[in-house]
């Protein structure tokens, strides 16, 4: 998506991956306990990839969309660190802007321009390893310091490995799903 800052569609783009982070959080919940580990980490959290694919698609514009899919499920209810909501908050924008970012940054390391339709397999594992880590050091970070005595002390490593699971089970089930269409397409022709 390309346009100004009052381009309707890249507010329609905000919106839309806004609701899909949203969406995908409370499917993740059903599948596996959105704050299982330290009652704030998932070991399957599946919105992980809209933070990715956004960064693709929208380039850093994927940042108010998650911070606005983190307002939302902030009041909500959906995320309880403690009383009140800024805690909630805090780590809203701490992750919004966080894993995008590292995903940029890497992205800019190999020369590459935030196009899905260019990336090799390899060249989106380290993006999506980016983008995971950058969420993980910010979730992590963000938590330790608002909250020191509140959550376990190896937090990155679960916060990182759920987002990295999360992202590639929704990037290879929409793989499997596209290959499907494709041999069915194929076989209707015949």
């Known amino acids: 998506m390309t346009g100004s800052l009052q381009s309707p569609a890249r507010w329609q783009g905000v919106l839309a991956f806004a609701t899909a982070y ?8 059903l599948l596996s306990d959105n704050q299982f580990f330290a009652h704030a980490v998932s070991f399957l959290f599946l919105p992980a990839f809209i933070r990715l ?3 693709l698609m929208i380039g850093l514009w994927i940042t108010p969309a998650l911070l606005l899919a983190g307002v939302i499920l902030t009041l909500a209810g959906a995320y309880d660190l403690g009383p009140g909501i800024a ?5 809203a924008l701490a992750t919004s802007i966080s894993g995008p970012a590292l995903t940029h940054f890497a992205a800019r390391l190999m020369r590459l ?8 397999p390899g060249q989106l594992f380290t993006l999506s390893v980016a ?6 050091l910010a979730l992590g970070l963000t938590l330790w310091l608002i909250a020191p005595f509140s959550i376990e ?15 590639w ?17 194929r076989s209707a022709s015949r």
């Open 131 to 136: 983008c995971s880590l950058g969420n993980a």
């Open 153 to 167: 002390r190896f937090l990155f490593t679960p916060i990182f490995l759920g987002d990295m699971l999360g992202a």
């Open 169 to 185: 089970l929704v990037i290879y089930t929409i793989k499997l799903l596209l290959e499907l269409l494709i041999r069915l397409r």
């Open 113 to 120: 321009a935030p196009n899905l339709e260019t990336l090799t």
């Open 87 to 91: 805690t909630e908050l805090v780590v």
């Open 22 to 29: 949203v969406s995908l959080y409370y499917l993740s919940g």
């Open 53 to 55: 694919l956004g960064y």
